[in-house]
């Protein structure tokens, strides 16, 4: 019985707030390197944001089945694999965000790479999945803004 009991509260415990904040933040920074990384690759050497040649070539040649003209998709897919990254890293926004790589991912596994899904793109699509069920957690500026909304409008109902 004691064993029992011991499981039980790892258990309660490993399911509080704090170990899920930290894996939340952990799945947040993970997700957002895959994407930040991608991101770089479209990027011309020693610049801070130019887009690349090579990026506009693949984009016409490598990606030319998504269903989007090759110049808007390039650069929507160079935009999109920074600012949303970043804001997962912060936890702003980050069930938009998870939303807005999840449906990268899907364009990249039907349009791109349809071969990839159970090597990689189904662990992308759950590390999504679980931040915008989850959300980012306390560990975010999500949590942070929430409960500062909370606490102004707690005191607009007492005042």
Known sequence: MRVL???NRTIDWLAGRIPEGVVLAFMRVVL?????????????????????ENTFFLFQDEYGGVPLPSHLAAVMATVSEHLFPILLVLGLLTRLSALALLGMTMVIQIFVYPDA?????????AMALVLIIRGGGWLSLDALLARAGARRRASHEIG
Do not use: C, N
Request: hydrophobic letters at 50%; zero cysteines; glycine letters at 10%.
């Open 5 to 7: 009991a011991l499981y």
């Open 32 to 52: 957002a390197g895959i994407f930040w990384r991608s991101g770089q690759t479209k990027i011309a050497e020693g610049t801070w944001f130019t887009i690349s």
């Open 117 to 125: 899904w159970w090597q990689v793109h189904s662990l992308w699509a």
